[in-house]
């Protein structure tokens, strides 16, 4: 009798291991992208970056080869017009408006196969579909909406390469209470060292900003949206209230990667 049940037990215990195996399996990122890099093309040295304010509500984020830009969708260089004179970039992240004008995404449309990052909308709005699985078919830009808690996968390198920068981009929530989506963590890596970047949705409060390490625990910068435009805040190696927030400039602010 001990024999079978003994059996049984281990049976049971090696169809849970099956299970668990199967449900970890199913657990990841919405979107993965794999970019490759230009031949020829060598990061050495300290995985280091930085953050440069490029135009009007338009911010350019370059990471070890890996060159990102995010803009408001109610920003002054957010139109049809300006789009054309945006810098060369792997991948643009759009903020929902907030107030002022809004194009709606038309004015996305010469970004030829590039991925968009946005925000998905709610039931009564629309969004573009994502491309169909033939490329050849169109050469407009790649959307990837994304609710609370999604999570996209870039990595960027040299084609059969196991040395590529990454890039993990989480929607993240608001305060407590709140379901939409108010801002994405952008972690930049390279090895087992990374930055940590936050890209508000919308204008803080004074205590918002001054709670914003407790709520984004392991960040280490935060790019807010501001009236006179985008603002920098160091979170993991200063207090808020110590340093405060600074207007993001021309000149840039740079950053190292840190090990984890």
């Keep these: 009798m001990w024999n079978v049940s003994g059996h049984g037990a281990v049976l049971v215990a090696v169809l849970l291991a ?26 050495v040295g300290a995985a280091q970056g930085s953050v440069q304010l490029v135009g009007k509500g338009l911010a350019l984020i370059r990471f070890q080869g890996l060159r990102l830009l995010t803009v408001g969708a109610d920003a002054d260089a957010y139109s049809a017009e300006s789009v054309r004179d945006w810098p060369a970039v792997d991948l643009v992240l759009v903020t929902p408006p907030s107030v002022g004008r809004y194009g709606g995404l038309a004015p996305l449309a010469a970004l030829r196969r590039l991925p968009v990052i946005l925000v998905e909308p709610s039931a009564n709005a629309t969004v573009p579909p994502l491309p169909p699985a033939s490329p050849g078919r169109d050469d407009g830009p790649r959307y990837y909406p994304m ?15 196991k040395d590529k920068t990454w890039l993990r981009v989480t929607a993240m929530p608001g305060r407590p209470g709140t379901a939409q989506v108010a801002g994405f963590v952008l972690e930049m890596g390279e090895g087992r060292t990374s930055y940590r970047l936050y890209v508000g949705c919308e204008a803080l409060a004074a205590d918002e900003i001054e709670g914003l390490p407790l709520r984004l625990p392991g960040v ?20 808020p209230a110590a340093t405060g927030a600074a207007a993001l400039t021309v000149a840039g602010y740079a950053f190292r990667a840190v090990r984890r």
């Design 18 to 43: 099956l299970v668990c195996r199967v449900g970890l399996a199913q657990i990841g990122p919405r979107y993965v992208i794999d970019v490759n890099a230009a031949a020829g093309v060598a990061i």
């Design 147 to 161: 609710q609370t808690w999604d999570a996209l996968h870039l990595r960027k390198g040299r084609a059969k390469s």
């Design 220 to 239: 280490d910068l935060a790019l807010l949206p501001a009236r006179d435009g985008p603002q920098l805040l160091p979170l993991a190696r200063a207090a």
